[in-house]
């Protein structure tokens, strides 16, 4: 009788122990994916981030060319040509190291009269850093037509701002509090907190022109706008 009573005992104990752990593993369990939706929870935003600068570098190329069947007075032109662009570029304050000739090329064909025509082509190019008198410089380019300089197709400024790397950790920075703000009122207006990041994804850096400044392209005026948008993805508590 008494190791039937043993029995017994032991089997209510192992089956309260069993009990237990069910209660507690279900607990558990249901907390885990309580704690699992919550960790599951975010909000994706985008913050944008805009800086207007100013361009640091003028490149500008004057591209020209002399036709006819005279090579000799055909190179004699681009001379002439080539001395009045200096000219004018001097005269606006650029040294010689800031100019060089930027290509060459001469095409050759036979006309219908058997004669030999000949087209030279020139490109000077400007590169500087003193953007501004760049820019009267190239507003002045009406002299060299009325001198006889006839610019081609290709001949134009572009201004470049080649500090990109310097504002980069600011403009992130600045486009995070953005994002992180829109997540925040998200947040209020849904009951939840922001929390810290889950992931986040840098955009492309943009250099464009201003707004009314210039419709086309940024590369076209030297006051210009970096933008960049990043997307990031917020843990709501």
């Known amino acids: 009788m008494a190791d039937i009573r043993n029995d017994r005992t032991t089997a209510i104990i192992a089956a309260l122990i069993l009990a237990i ?16 939706r919550h960790a599951d929870r975010s ?20 591209a020209y060319s002399a036709t006819g069947t005279d090579l000799t007075g055909l190179q004699a032109q681009i001379d002439r040509n080539t ?36 087209t030279i082509r020139q490109r000077l190019q400007l590169r500087t850093t003193k953007v501004m008198q760049a820019r009267r410089a190239f507003a002045q380019q009406a002299r060299l037509v009325r001198q006889g300089v006839a610019l081609e197709d290709g001949s ?20 995070t509090k953005d994002a992180r703000a829109g997540a925040e009122q998200f947040a209020k ?31 076209d005026s030297p006051f210009q706008k970096v933008r960049v948008v990043t997307t990031i993805d917020f843990y709501l508590n």
């Open 83 to 118: 001395a009045t662009i200096l000219a004018l570029l001097r005269a606006n304050g650029f040294a010689d190291n800031e100019i060089q000739v930027a290509g060459v090329n001469v095409n050759q064909y036979t006309n219908n009269q058997g004669q030999l025509i000949t």
């Open 189 to 219: 207006d849904s009951g939840a907190s922001v929390g810290a990041i889950k992931q986040a994804t840098q955009g492309y850096f943009s250099v464009g022109a201003r707004y009314g400044e210039n419709a086309g392209s940024g590369n």
């Open 156 to 175: 134009g400024m572009v201004y470049s701002f080649t500090k990109l790397n310097d504002i980069k950790p600011a403009m992130i920075a600045a486009a």
């Open 21 to 36: 752990g069910l209660i507690v593993g279900g607990y558990l369990l249901g907390n885990g994916l309580v704690r699992a």
């Open 43 to 62: 909000v994706t935003m985008r913050g944008l981030a805009e800086r207007n600068v100013t361009a640091d570098l003028a490149t500008w190329t004057l």
